[in-house]
């Protein structure tokens, strides 16, 4: 990585992390706190889908495993809700590694609707098994995170908490993406059964994707069971599954900071829109159309030759002149 | 290009200080609206609409305390974590005294313990029992809750003669709350429902559960739950050539759940909190006013409700300050009739008791008995 780029990505963190003592408030706080759980959720798409191809499209059901098995283990058992968390995201990981084993055998559509498959059952679950998630009425009552003696109540500590959580996934997903790992899943998404000749394990592989990847939402969903205090199975539907992989999508697929900055920016969007009221979901949805669609990246580089013309010649340059 | 992008800021800057400036003379609350978009944004518009109404009223009388109420509008999309992020606006962002809604109960019950901790009061439509069950002290609802109407229905089901009752319910909070209640009534009138079936939001066919209806020959069909999908039921139901009687809730009393059933509405009857039909010409007189402002059309229940809403929060806030305590005081003392019904404090902050049944008959709902005041 080039050393400004380097320069830049470490400025943007620093003045995250300084960001709640400048936030107006404690709600543009907590829609972070949201848009960092969602992140944490997208950088394992980013791995399983980015980088090894594989399609999830039920991926909120990690995370509601993540959530309600927490809730489940701290309210009803009275387990340490530190102890409890790490129970929902063992869970949601040892279901990724179930979850992978279809994906043996499938692939595109056919992997596509098995996750969705897997997405309906989970949230049925939630909905019917009544008596350990309260069904329809919602869980609730779920206490405060306790890290290392220390409640963590308020915004800014859910902040800091998902902050740095956030910041050690995004380098622990780089890593994994420049190791023979993150090549293997390359390889593996490019073409199966050249990466099968070259030697590359294609199940371990996949296993390894899936369990990464819903270690990652299971993790977001333990930890947002605790930050609401409240979980409901209206809000773990498919559509909250595909606005994850379409954060996904928009952040570049293989890119963890793209991924991580979509998340942030497609939950904090709908919620600074608010003022267009019934509007603003629908123009929220045109933005994310256009982004999608629009080559983006294209479009940057002839801006960036664009400005660079500009200041070479110190006068207009046409449109025309800056293809490459 | 620079010059532009200037006196677009300024422009900009401007626009927001005036805004600031306008915005801050005018009392200002929040209603979270359920919706303003997704699939019942159409219930999202009767709400504005009756909070609309009041507030020109409100405001065409001098406003409360010599400044203009003004209601912030946000949205839930219906949803519990949309919920509570529009709650935390509300309280955190826009510092609002009080708030308005969520109309489902679900929505409810995730986002009442936030403004509790807060102190600020928060007035519901919501009817599942549990909202006001667990002794917090800042919710108030504006209608009967589902163990009245469960009673009143069960009771009136029973009254009727009716020996093997039917029930589907849609299972999410307020039709799971609205079956189970029903159902425990009946047991106690030792008429226990012989059938209990379920569908989930979002489902469409229903012949199954109809089947069962039909094969274990039930005299009564009671249809507890969401709009869309008891619509679709209960036209479903009259395709397949079940002609068994249907009771339901006050989803049922929709306009556009009377228009999606089709033909299949008549001879319904439902246990609701308002029908436009009723007498009563403190009601008429409403509804009269309101079909004039809208065009002729309809209210409905929940556009009186938070009619009345608008009216209680600019009477109480008149009569005991407008900080969230002395609101939260002024409610737990109320004594005011509305237009839907009196509403009256209560320790639990139930205000209404007030049930209306209803049947449907040559296309309208008539009004066939009034229950509380």
């Known amino acids: ?203 371990a592989m996949k296993t390894l994707a899936f369990v990464c990847a819903a270690f990652c939402a299971g993790l977001a969903g333990a930890l947002y069971a605790h930050m609401s205090g409240f979980l409901s199975p209206e809000s773990f539907t498919g559509e909250q599954s595909f606005s994850l992989f379409s954060m996904t999508v928009v952040g570049g697929q293989e890119s963890v900071l793209g991924g991580v900055a979509a998340g942030v920016a497609l939950t904090l969007l709908p919620e600074l829109m608010r003022f267009l009221q019934e509007y603003y979901i629908m123009i929220f949805s045109l933005i994310v159309l256009l982004i999608v669609l629009l080559p983006l990246e294209s479009m940057m580089e002839r801006a960036k030759m664009w400005m660079a013309g500009l200041a070479r010649e110190g006068g207009k340059v046409p449109w025309g002149r800056c293809s490459k | 290009m620079k010059g532009f992008l200037k006196i677009l800021a300024v422009a900009v800057l401007v626009l927001m200080v005036l805004a600031g400036t306008l915005s801050a003379q005018n009392l200002r609350i929040v209603c979270i609206v359920t919706a303003l978009t997704g699939s019942v944004a159409q219930n999202g518009e009767y709400i504005t609409r009756g909070i609309n109404m009041a507030l020109d009223e409100v405001n065409a009388k001098g406003g409360v305390r010599g400044q203009k109420l003004e209601v912030v509008f946000l949205d839930d999309q219906a949803k519990a974590s949309e919920a509570i992020n529009a709650v935390k606006k509300a309280i955190y962002d826009l510092n609002t005294p009080v708030i308005l809604g969520s109309d489902w109960s679900g929505l409810v019950l995730a986002s009442m313990q936030i403004a509790a901790d807060e102190g600020i009061p928060q007035l519901v439509t919501a009817t599942n029992v549990q909202i006001t069950s667990q002794g917090i002290p800042t919710i108030f609802r504006l209608r009967a809750n589902d163990s009245v109407a469960a009673e009143i229905l069960a009771k009136y089901v029973n009254d009727q003669g009716y020996k093997k009752i039917g029930i589907m319910f849609t299972n999410e909070d307020y039709g799971r709350g609205f079956a189970d209640e029903t159902s425990n009534y009946l047991a106690k009138l030792d008429n226990k429902p012989a059938v209990i079936e379920s569908c989930n939001l979002g489902d469409s066919d229903f012949t199954a559960q109809i089947l069962s209806f039909k094969n274990s020959g039930v005299d009564v069909i009671l249809a507890l739950g969401k709009e869309i999908e008891l619509a679709k039921f209960l036209r479903q139901t009259r395709e397949l050539g079940v002609d068994t009687p249907v009771f339901g809730g006050s989803p049922m009393g929709l306009d556009y759940v009377v228009e999606l059933a089709g033909g299949a509405m008549e001879g319904v009857r439902i246990v609701t909190h308002f029908l436009p039909t009723d007498p009563e010409p403190r009601i008429q007189d ?81 009004v066939v008995a009034v229950l509380g005041d």
């Open chain 1, 1 to 203: 990585m080039r050393p400004e780029r380097l320069k830049a990505i470490a400025i943007v963190f620093g003045l995250l992390a300084a960001a709640p003592l400048f936030l107006p408030n404690r709600y543009y706080v907590y829609i972070f706190n949201r848009g960092f759980a969602n992140a944490l959720a997208v950088i394992g798409l980013v791995i399983l889908f980015g980088m090894g191809g594989q399609i999830s499209l039920g991926h909120i059901a990690f995370f509601t495993l993540g959530a309600y098995t927490s809730a489940i283990f701290s309210v009803r058992l009275g387990w340490p809700s530190a102890a409890a968390v790490l129970a929902g995201v063992a869970l949601a990981s040892i279901w990724g590694a179930f979850l992978s084993v279809p994906a043996f055998k499938l692939s595109g559509p056919f992997l596509s609707i098995c996750t969705v498959a897997f997405g309906e059952v989970v949230r049925l679950l939630t909905i019917n098994l009544v008596s350990l998630t309260n069904g329809p009425y919602g869980f609730y009552g779920i206490p405060s995170l306790i890290l290392f003696g220390r409640r963590i109540g308020s915004e800014k500590a859910w902040y800091f908490l998902l902050w740095s959580l956030l910041v050690f996934a995004i380098l622990a997903a780089a890593r994994l993406k420049r190791s023979y790992i993150g090549r293997a899943l390359a390889a593996i998404r490019e073409d199966e059964t050249a990466a099968e000749v070259m030697g590359i394990n294609v199940r």
């Open chain 2, 286 to 366: 409403w509804v009269q006013r309101y079909e004039a402002l809208y065009n002729g059309q309809e209210p409905t229940t929940h556009a009186l409700a938070y009619y009345d809403a608008v009216h209680l929060v600019a009477k109480v806030m008149e009569e005991c300050g407008t900080s969230p305590q002395d609101i939260a005081r002024g409610l737990r003392e109320v004594n005011y009739q509305g237009v839907q019904s009196w509403f009256r404090g209560s320790p639990t902050g139930d205000l209404v008791n007030k049930q209306v049944i209803g049947e449907f008959k040559d296309g309208k709902w008539h």
